[in-house]
């Protein structure tokens, strides 16, 4: 019986190993996206890559601003509105593209609060986290994912298409 079940077991990973040999000689399909980032409706910046399925891609934008501040209107408090986006395909074929997106957002708000004598004071920054599980994308076409509506509003335009491997 023993016998039976070793050579049952020879058997099917005789049989399978070609199999398993094929699925793993298979590279990962690259992927080539482009990330556009809106702020009230103007493009601010924008993010490119090709990537394989499976894979991830993380890259971090800095942007120091200054604001005036103060009764005298002078330049201080420098501010880093630093973005970071993880891009990563899940799925990709000739009929669409699904990325996950990650983003971190150091944003400014459009107004500056001011003291009672009416001296500006520096504005706030405002971390903002977004997460797309899956955006479902068709090749070449853009898609416009939202994150924040309004003070100021952000979105993101996104558009992929299939690599090859030499891009």
């Given amino acids: 019986m023993l016998k039976h079940h070793t050579a049952m077991l020879l058997f099917c990973a005789a049989i399978t190993a070609p199999f398993s040999a094929l699925a793993q000689s298979t590279p990962p399909q690259p992927v080539k996206w482009e990330l556009q980032v809106l702020q009230d409706g103007q493009q601010i910046d924008s993010f490119t890559g090709t990537t394989s399925v499976g894979q991830a891609r993380t890259d971090t934008h800095h942007h120091v601003v200054k604001n005036n501040v103060g009764c005298a209107d002078k330049p201080a408090g420098d501010i880093d509105l630093q973005r970071t986006l993880t891009v990563s395909p899940i799925h990709a074929n000739s009929d669409d593209i699904t990325l996950q997106i990650d983003a971190q957002e150091t944003l400014q708000d459009s107004s500056a609060p001011v003291t009672a004598a009416g ?4 504005p706030q920054p405002r971390q903002v986290n977004a997460a797309h599980p899956g955006l ?8 416009t994912w939202q994150i924040v509506d309004k003070n100021p509003s952000l979105a993101y335009k996104v558009r992929a298409t299939l690599a090859t491997a030499a891009q």
Avoid: A, F, I
Avoid at 119 to 122: A, D, M, R, W
Avoid at 136 to 143: A, F, N, Q, R, T
């Fill in 119 to 122: 001296c500006k004071l520096p």
């Fill in 136 to 143: 479902v994308l068709k090749p070449g076409e853009w898609s």
